[in-house]
């Protein structure tokens, strides 16, 4: 049974840094491109950041610079390290897995597996 779940979400002031954790079960880790995603109130879904199973990296220009993705096979976990948070930033943030081999990709539509998301609320 697969499994992402998700955690580090919590409420941060502008400028202020959070770090989420994924903790991935029931899959080959090491063989899966990973995602982080989120979606604000009254927003569509959006693409953070993807690494493949490689380490290579992709970011949405929103956020280049200032989040960093990373995952340690050892621990089948993906992190995401947000720093300079901005309120426009709140919102669930969510890891996802695509199938074995495929590439990295901030469209969400072409992930198979979802964690349940975790909060994050910047204040201004």
């Known amino acids: 049974q697969v499994q992402l779940v998700e955690s580090g979400g919590g409420s941060v002031q502008s400028g202020g840094s959070l770090t989420l954790s994924c903790a991935v079960s029931?899959?080959?880790?090491?063989?899966?491109?990973m995602g982080w995603f989120r979606q604000g109130p009254g927003k569509e879904r959006e693409g953070v950041a993807s690494i493949d199973r490689y380490e290579s990296t992709i970011y949405a220009a929103s956020v280049k610079g200032r989040f960093t993705i990373s995952r340690d096979n050892a621990k089948n976990t993906l992190y995401l390290q947000m720093n300079s948070l901005k309120p426009e930033e709140t919102a669930m943030y969510y890891c996802a897995a695509r199938l074995p081999y495929a590439a990295y990709s901030l469209e969400g539509r072409k992930y198979e597996q979802w964690g349940q998301g975790t909060q994050v609320t910047v204040s201004s």
């Open positions: 029931g899959v080959f880790f090491t063989t899966r491109a």
